[in-house]
């Protein structure tokens, strides 16, 4: 964090590790719930979608399907899906999930997942939507696990959809003194690897996690504030591009640009300081050289700066949609489990 970012490296650094359909609960389930809210039914039936994706070249034989969440749409939703496409800078054959998010926005939709009922095993996530020109979309995501974790059960899918919207809603819309919360509720102890790496680089990548030998010079309460001072600051990009009106069409461009805003705050804000103390507010986030009580809490002191200076900066005044207009609902499915083999 020290040095100036490299945009396409960091993104990435931070994109590879992650399956396509982690990527895709990511990106879409801080939508909800509380934040958008609709007004109307999908135009799609469950039946449909399910149709749709049997009908897809993808569809796995003899599989079972059951929705995880159902999206419901807005005249306001299609108003901001289509300023989505206006304003983005990339070719529609390159929106993210094929333009499955402007999608839900415009017509509401599914997130299923496509499971073998033989073994129970969670094959893929599904969104189903319609396109611009009204036919079905749907966007396949492999679930991809680690031979070592074993498969994912559809239990399993269903506590990860669940917990991941769960973490990610709070993340998103949480400040400084909600995030110490959530951290201490999600982990209790702050995570800790024990490479001499940068806590961005580690692999696979885990929130809020700093080394083991930072978290043994100071206090739990300073190492969870620590925590997530760093953390807020590598996640505001995430909280910047997702007030930016092209974010539907394409979330990873968009986080790009929001690198790039991010850069040029923390070069005004070190601008901001004595020139003698430029060179030490040029190393913030470098936890290298910290090797006692003092220096981390003088660094703990600087990362507060910085992250205050940069959260009151994170949305646009001119461009708060996600935040402040209710165009989407993301429910979980109150039927029970729909089956369809």
Known sequence: MGSDYKVSESIAERVAPLSRALLLLILI?????????????????????????RSS??????????????????????????LAVKKARTARKD?????????????????IVEYDPRIDLALNLVVVTRDENGRPLVDTEKIDIDEREGHMTLHDIEE?????????????????????????????????????????????????????????????KDI??????????????????????????????????????????????RATKRKSLRSFYSTVGDFGSINNQTKLKRQLRALKELNEYLEARAVPSSSRWIFDLKCLTFNHSTSGRWDRE
């Open 29 to 53: 389930l801080p939508l909800s719930p509380h934040l958008l809210a609709g007004d109307r039914n999908p135009t799609l039936t469950r039946d449909q979608a399910i149709d749709a994706i």
């Open 160 to 220: 990860v959809v669940d917990r991941t919207q769960d973490f990610m809603t709070k993340l998103f819309r949480s400040h400084t003194p909600q995030l110490v919360n959530l951290v201490k509720e999600t982990f209790g102890d702050v995570p800790t690897f024990s490479g001499d790496e940068s806590p961005t680089e580690i692999d696979p990548p885990r929130f809020f996690v700093l080394p083991t030998k930072l978290v043994a010079l100071g206090d739990p």
């Open 57 to 82: 070249s993808e569809a796995q034989p003899s599989a079972a399907y059951k929705v995880l969440r159902e999206f419901s749409p807005s005249a306001q939703g299609a108003r901001l899906a289509k």
């Open 224 to 269: 969870r504030t620590l925590s997530v001072v760093f953390w807020n600051i590598e996640l505001w990009p995430f909280l910047h591009a997702m007030s930016l009106p092209e974010f539907p069409a394409h979330p990873l461009a968009t986080i790009g640009l929001a690198y790039d805003q991010r850069d040029k705050l923390m070069r005004e804000f």
């Open 95 to 111: 929106f993210f999930a094929q333009g499955a998010v402007l999608g839900l926005l415009r017509d509401g939709g599914y997130l």
